[in-house]
């Protein structure tokens, strides 16, 4: 078998598609920390909003419930839950403020580790940790349609059991206790891509070198990781006794 040719004009599209989406990402990660706060909020409220709307109905909310509650008492706390929603929206703002300082905390710890502070500041790390954040938005779109196109019959049990692309589909509800729910459902596509994400968007903004990147996340924000997990898994087993 002949080996195939690429035609140089080909080659040069592709390097010239490629050399476009680079830019793209580069002018993304580019945008001020604030504007990209605003716009994972403003992402995360969406998707809290469609899938509260859409998904978690009076059907599936009895489906949960049907037998320790009767359905006028169901009923009762559905209205009563959806008039409390709102403390989640007002609240998300604070909670994704929060996470992206804390995980740009621990990643800068990692740039004043490996002596890269005089490449990157602390502010081009916030803004790819606020950017790279677009990630799990599309976790939570495959999410939405999954259960709207394909999941049939459902709970809120099933909706807090399924994540997408993570370890914890290979398994029933049965098979998993609460205990390693969480660490299974980290364990996903998505969030290997967040971690690619990190490194190529602290190379691509500050200039350093690509291996220092890579180390500066793999020996700051894994390890945290790690420790966040089986902090989650303590309470766990100190909320199941």
């Known amino acids: 078998m002949s080996p195939v040719l690429l035609d140089s004009g080909c080659v040069n599209s592709v390097i010239e598609k490629t050399c476009r989406l680079m830019n793209l990402i580069q002018r993304y990660y580019s945008i001020k920390g604030f504007y990209l706060l605003v716009l994972m909020t403003v992402l995360n409220l969406s998707m809290i909003w469609l899938s509260k709307s859409v998904l978690i109905n009076e059907t599936v909310f009895y489906n949960t419930y049907s037998e320790l509650l009767t359905y006028d008492r169901s009923m009762k706390l559905f209205e009563r839950m959806k008039d409390l929603s709102w403390i989640g929206y007002a609240f998300t703002p604070i909670l ?106 602290i190379w691509i903004q500050t200039g350093v070198d690509r291996r220092d990147s890579d180390k500066i996340v793999i020996f700051s924000y894994i390890p945290t990781l790690i420790l966040w997990v089986v902090l989650v898994m303590f309470i766990s087993v100190g909320s199941s006794i």
Do not use: C, M
């Open 96 to 201: 994704l403020l929060f996470k992206f300082s804390i995980i740009s905390l621990v990643i800068y710890t990692g740039v004043v580790f490996f002596n890269r502070q005089k490449n990157i500041t602390f502010g081009s790390v916030f803004r790819v940790v606020a950017g790279s954040e677009l990630i799990f938005i599309l976790a939570g779109i495959f999410k939405f349609l999954w259960f709207y196109l394909f999941a049939g019959n459902y709970d809120l049990n099933d909706l807090g059991f399924f994540y997408p692309a993570s370890l914890i589909n290979l398994f029933s509800k049965a098979e998993v206790s609460d205990l390693w729910r969480y660490p299974l459902q980290t364990v996903n596509l998505f969030h290997i891509a967040y971690i690619l994400l990190l490194s190529y968007g």
